[in-house]
């Protein structure tokens, strides 16, 4: 259990993180709530391509060949990329949107319903 | 030595194409417009002939496989990796070839149509290649074999499509669509590399037949399960996860709006391919099969109840989208429910997912050419707004005879193809609970009753001494309508010989989970 | 916004450092942690930083964002264009068609952990060549069109 | 009332979530046949001692071209997005 | 048994900072917390012998991001509503 | 005929050459109606006219019935339905986002625990 800290902290980041997204009002922060919880996942491939004790799976230089998986940081790497793009065009949206409603809050961008 | 070439590489240059004329396009869309039109009219004509060919290779030599980067791209597993797929695998099965069919003549009228009516545009290379991008992700979505493959095709769709639903950024409502939109398919998005990972860190695979072999179903299963099902059936837009369906489809021009139903059906596609070849027998597949019917009854008769009261045009239609999307997931759903039990599967079961496939195309065909003709009416009066039309049936007479067929084709009236696939629907649902049935034929009623009300605001009654200049949509804008109507009555008289040859296959392929994995791992 | 002249200096001092390190991390991808995207988002750094130490007007002169985009398309280009080339020479799609080759980036290794050559990997150096491109210049036009939507405004 | 919605919804999301974090062991993963697969040939097929840029860029490089269509999409999105503001186009 | 005491510390910053970001209401300190936290996955990946995607997180998450952030707080407005 | 247009729906059966038989008919049909006809009909006279009891006749686009005024009565009939389900399209992002949660969270009770 006490091993298992990294998943335990998973768990914890997506609380917070859904907790930014649903609970607050303002859209910057509803994005950093974004940025959270991909880190979270994030954090979850890497935590499941450990091995105890293995080493970064790079042979320049390295001392043994018990290595981490390398799959998982290939995975990581993709979704880091495609975070900052999906970030870059929400902070557009959001640059944009308060240039027409001058607001960033989420109440008051509803001019679509019904 | 070239057919030689194309028939070898025909999954990877689907791709390759499209995605080689994209990244080109902002530098050639700079010339001039002559030659952005010309170059991207080119790339989506080969990319459109390439995915033909891939049809029809499919349904004549049963399932492609092409692996990127190994030196036999037909050899799934390496020889000394004992009996793992290592790289990513292109699986093209009837299937996946069925959509990739709907993408290419959809794109293909769809880039037709646009090549008129765009002068009044600014920014359009950047248009242009976020539409070709958008094309290359819904073909790598339904062809691809693999897990992480699938997730970088749907985040391409994802900004692809959200910016171009925010596309004219002069009016504030359509970023806040694109806002809405985005947002709520980076939540999906994440939702599935979530799911992904979990997959991956018990079975140690990516690969959708590896996975499949190994599944294990144990409650982490379960867990990625419902992340997957709520990602995409948020992405194909079915209630209670509609919301944003509406903005977008009616904010979006009317090109896009087109292609996202396109690109809808792709999450669909996406949905059925994990419920159905991932899972399977291992799953709870009643339980799972009952979500997905009562999603489906639930977009069916919200989505038809929220588009009678719309005064907007596009978000009206954007509702019947939704409404629609219902029928394919209670089509599908009715046979994933009777899954296990192979008597009901061969009385109606297997007929309910031909049914909603067949569906799949109907809709990407007819909503297809209704918002297409939408667009041209917006396109010749400028507002959307159903209160003020009236009276075009005067001028723009092909605009509402293709109008008709789409609308008729949508209430499902004969003989129009949306017939043809309800009454598939109807018939094997009534076998397996006629409550279902009867809900699904109401619906279609409630249907035929909004677009009387479209058709009679837009077309019927005297000229409007306002649109008395109004004049016919121009000429490519027909010709692409035009493909898609002829195609809807073709699929509207020769129903069963479409079924027999594209869709029954598809279906077969679907449930099959067995030949999907031997594909990749041969044998077992 | 205008940062002061140690800062305008500072920055200019930095940044010959900063783009010659991520060269150093695209170049040396194969061998060391590290590869197109990682060096890539160094060199935007960096240039985020020469950015912020200017003002938009002055670095909108001295950077076309045309040049950017010609820069990030290219880099594309040239990295589907390595997969592409491996069709033409009658392989796959992706296929590693200059690893143990003998020519250029085609030398082997020896198994096991050892020191590193960088004239190995075959393509993979082409590729991280060119994705460092592209996300170098994609980065640092994306900042530059965000600071464009301030500017404007007049904050 | 919508907030203690919200607050019920995170926590039966959390409360699942938490199965995740038990049932996976930290360090000893479940199945490693692939990886090992390219920890053991990698190197020799690839002559790349950095194992993940071989997998980035090789064994996934077709992810990997996705991705940077990911960030090239990212990037023709916000300058179309500002491209009544910028100069020029 | 230090290895455990820096990787629970990194977590427990982890957390913080995720809470910090709930609860600052200057959006400017939020996006530096929430380049903090960047920072701090990234020297969590490097615990886990990912440096690859340290090098990564640290240069686009911490730098880029925060930096974005900046930019679009500075194009929007700097308090979250209901400040003060 | 090459193709054999009868489309089998396991229980049931439809082909389109029966809907272009009763078209036939129904045109038919038509032409016996319109063979009833008043023979002695004018275009362009006096005789087109209504008789709205000697009121003069208001202008045709003025009598257009606009999209807002149809299925009067069917809204009327279900106001109830439509105010339960129009506020739930509220436009509100962080509502939309709550709804996918909920979703999600309703799933995992039916599925994991089931």
Redesign the interface.
Known sequence: MFWNLPYISVVLLTLIGISIIILKKNLIKIFMGVNILTSAVNLFIIAVGYRDGGIAPIYTNAPSTNMVLPTPQALCLTSIVIGVATTALLLTFAMLLYRTYGTTDVDKIRELRE | MITDFLLHHTPALLVAVPLLGAFLTPIIGRISPIVRKIWVMGTMTLTSAIAVLLVYLVYTRGTFVYVFGALTPGLAIPPDSGGIPIRIIFTVDPMGAFMDLIVAVVGFCVILYSLSGDEKRTGLHYFYTLFLLLITSVLGMVSTGDLFNFFVFIEISSLASAGLVAFSVEQGRAVEAGLKYFMISTMGGIFLLFAIGILYGQYNALNIAMIAERMQFTSLDKIALVLMVVALAMKCGAVPLHFWTPDAYSLAPSTITAMLVVVSQASLYGLFRFVFTLYNLTLNYVTIGWVIIILGVLSMVIGVTMAIPQKDVKRLMAYHAVSQTGYMLLGVGVGLAVLGNQAALDTYGFIAIEGGLFHIINHALYKGLLFLTAGAIIYRIGTRDLNKMGGLGHSMKYTMIFFMIGALAIAGIPPFNGFASKLLIYESVYLFNPLLAIIAMVVSILTLASFVKVFHSIFMGPTLPEYSKVREAPPAMLIGMGILAVLIIAFGFFPQLVVDSLVAPAAHALINQGSYISAILGGA | MRMSKIVRTGSDLMYPFIFIFGWYVIMHGHLTPGGGFQGGAVVATGAALVIVAYSYQEVNAMIKKAILMFQESGGLVLFIGAGLAGMILGFPFFYNWLANSGSLFGMSVIPGPNPGELNTAGFLPLMNIAVGTEVWGGLTIVILYMLSGVEKEGI | MKKYLAVIVILIITSFMFIIGIDFVFGAPANSDMDDYFIEHGQEQIATNNIVTTVVFDYRGFDTLGESTVLFTAVIGVAMMFRKLGEGD | MIELLA??LV?FG??VS??M??YMQD?LA??LA?GL??FL?SL??YI??????????A???A???T???I???????RF??GHR | MAFDLTLLTGSGFWNPFFWLISIVVALILIYIIYAFGEKGYKRGTQQVKPFISGNPEPSKAGVHVRAGNLYWGYMDALKVYYAGLVPIHSGILTDYLLWLFSVAAILFVLVVLL
């Open positions: 990787h629970g977590l982890l957390i995720a809470i970001v709930f959006l939020a996006a929430s936290f960047s996955i969590e990946f886990l012998q990912a440096p690859d995607v340290a090098i990564s997180q240069g686009i998450g730098g880029l991001t930096a974005i952030f930019i679009a707080i500075r194009g929007t407005k979250e509503e």
